[in-house]
Every structure is written in C-alpha cells, then in structure tokens.
C-alpha cells in the first residue's frame, strides 16, 4: 500500500519477553520517527532517523529500548525484558523530508500489551 | 524545550454547533504549529498547519487555526460540527530547528452528538 505500514498491529506479551515491532515507511521518505503513547496521553517522542543514521535517541526510556533503519528504509523497534509500563501503542511517522516543515505520516500503531 | 497543552479532555458539541478546542504551546524559539487529528480505528493524520505567513489557516473540511503569538496561543474552530468530526484531536509543535521533532499535547476527543 502507500501508507506507512506497521507489523503487528497487536502484540501480547509476558513479563521479561523481548518484542520487535516492524515499520515500513512510505518510499523515498527520509525521516522515520517512533513515537509512544500510553493510554489517555499523546504520542512521546522515542526516535528519529534521517535515512540510516539514528540522530536523536533522546526519548527511548530506558535500554533496553534499541531502534534500528540499516538500510534507511524498515524500521524496527525492539524491547527487551518487556516490563508493564512498557504497554502502550507504538506509533511510527514518516516524512519525506527532515527540515520539520514537512507532514507527519503515521501508521496505524503497534500496540503492545505486558502481562 | 517545547510543550503543549490541551487543557479540555473532552468536548462534546451538538451537531451543527461552532467548536473551539484550545491549544497553549511554549516554546523557546520560532515554532511549527501542527494539528492532527484521530478518526476512529485509523492513524492521526495532518488536519491543518502553520509555518508562517498568514496566521490564521484552514482545512480542506472548515476547520480553522489562529496562530497568536502574544497569547502562545493555536485554538481550532470550526463554525459548524459534523458527526463525522468525531475524533481525537492533537495540537503538536515543532521548533523548526535541524529537523523535525515533533512535540505533542495530550489530545482532545470532540463527540458530536446528533
């Protein structure tokens, strides 16, 4: 399709599991952003990557949250160790270009429950 | 640093009614000002922006925003609600800097009632 496509769209997991969460930006775009929003709140910034190179990590939580774009086009959020407040729905937004005037394009959202 | 808040939860509009859903944003330089909006079961989505130029701008289905930079201020209005306005709705910011970090509120779900 020609969105932003995100893979799964739910995810359950056990206390201590380890998750990947997959995002397929729309192509030729450049910047790819993970964002986290729990329950009642508004997206949180996570990361942003312009092609492959990660430039701003500042909003993962905690490490054992790792993001990775190789090849500057799927993205994957990884999570390891899941704890509870982990569960929130996971959102990735791509955008053709990285000057911050640009559209956001989000997909529909990864949303992880930790039991 | 930059934040918005959304200080209304909540709102709910009779059809046909006008709307305002208020947006304070802070920031410390030149800002972006973005709402999205959430219909439903899909992905947000880019409703209206301000880069610069004219402060008040529009949607493709009546919304509008004022940009007001005195009273830090982007509120969306709409003159007349639809049932298909249902939704979540996000004011965000950016700083307009290197690239395009994108800060935003805590949303406000407008239900329109028939």
């Known amino acids: 399709g020609a969105g932003v496509s995100q893979s799964p769209r739910y995810k359950v997991a056990k206390r201590g599991q380890d998750v990947a969460l997959r995002c397929d930006p729309i192509s030729g775009h450049v910047s790819l952003f993970w964002y986290q929003q729990a329950l009642g709140q508004g997206p949180e910034f996570l990361t942003y990557f312009q092609n492959e190179a990660q430039l701003d990590k500042s909003g993962l939580p905690s490490d054992r949250f790792f993001a990775e774009r190789p090849e500057g086009s799927v993205s994957t959020l990884k999570i390891q160790r899941t704890q509870q407040e982990d569960s929130a729905v996971y959102l990735c937004?791509?955008?053709?270009?990285?000057?911050?005037?640009?559209?956001?394009?989000f997909g529909e959202g990864s949303r992880l429950t930790v039991l | 640093a930059q934040s918005v808040t959304q200080l209304d939860s909540q709102v709910p509009v009779f059809e046909e009614a006008p709307v305002e859903l208020r947006c304070n944003y802070s920031s410390s330089v030149s800002v972006y000002l973005f709402w999205y909006v959430q219909y439903p079961n899909q992905g947000l989505q880019l409703l209206l922006k301000y880069l610069s130029g004219s402060t008040l701008v529009e949607s493709i289905n009546g919304f509008e925003a004022e940009f007001n930079k005195s009273q830090t201020s982007f509120h969306l209005r709409k003159p007349s609600v639809h049932i298909s306005d249902t939704a979540e709705y996000f004011c965000?910011?950016?700083?307009?800097?290197?690239?395009?970090?994108?800060?935003f509120g805590t949303g406000t779900k407008l239900q329109v009632i028939p």
């Open positions: 965000a910011v950016s700083d307009g800097g290197g690239y395009q970090k994108v800060t």
């Open positions: 937004a791509s955008s053709f270009s990285g000057s911050g005037t640009g559209e956001l394009f």
